[in-house]
């Protein structure tokens, strides 16, 4: 057990959907990061957010944002959703994250399937 | 941005065998992890390796951070070390965090 917890297990939800995932870091850790996993593109950074600002951003699509709050937790919105975001989505939290390397600590993931 | 590549691609074993995973990278890094992802789709933390050698169990690691590469040994390998492989790294340089992952190693032990 990593100690990030992630929400819901599994998601099943139709084209041009909404859904929020949400996602609670390690007790202690500032950053947290989201990552998805498809077959087509393996594992890719989407963003990251440090004690509630966001940091860095990469392939993430502009139908999808995401937040952190004052109690660090996180949540991943994907909007107007396509078949193609059916995907895992990972949660990874770490102490710091903005300078240095530490390690990131994954979460169990969500299954998205969009039908 | 920073390239990482994993070989090989797939590896069939039978228990008990030895393995050597590879990463390279095209960079250099100021992060470097080794996870496994099981059947189930958890990732699981390894190593947290960006240089040196480590060593949990039966795994060990090494990081050549000059040479750019990384290697996971796995020894006497059992069937619930079946999965996915992956190396993640993080460009040095960069002041944020994001982990730039290979394609990944699916090795399959046999009984």
């Known amino acids: 057990d990593s100690g990030v917890t992630q929400t819901p297990k599994h998601l099943i939800t139709a084209t041009g959907q909404r859904v929020t995932l949400r996602c609670s870091p390690r007790s202690g850790d500032l950053s947290v990061y989201w990552y998805q996993q498809s077959l087509d593109q393996g594992l890719q950074f989407l963003i990251q957010y440090y004690n509630g600002e966001e940091r860095a951003k990469g392939n993430i699509l502009e139908r999808f944002s995401a937040q952190q709050f004052p109690d660090l937790h996180s949540e991943l919105n994907l909007s107007s959703l396509e078949l193609g975001d059916s995907a895992l989505y990972f949660c990874?939290?770490?102490?710091?994250?903005?300078?240095?390397?530490?390690?990131?600590?994954f979460g169990p993931g969500t299954r998205l399937l969009v039908l | 941005g920073i390239q990482v590549e994993q070989s090989p691609p797939d590896l069939i074993l039978q228990e008990g065998a030895n393995s050597t995973l590879r990463c390279n990278f095209s960079d250099s890094v100021n992060n470097l992890q080794w996870f496994h992802q099981n059947p189930w789709g958890q990732l699981i933390n390894l190593f947290y390796i960006p240089s040196g050698t480590k060593q949990n169990g039966r795994l060990s690691a090494t990081t050549v951070a000059t040479e750019r590469y990384s290697l996971l040994y796995i020894s006497s390998s059992q069937t619930t070390d079946s999965g996915v492989y992956f190396c993640a790294v993080r460009a040095g340089g960069t002041s944020y965090g994001k982990l730039t992952f290979g394609q990944g190693t699916i090795l399959t032990v046999h009984p």
């Open positions: 990874a939290s770490s102490v710091g994250g903005v300078r240095g390397g530490e390690t990131q600590y």
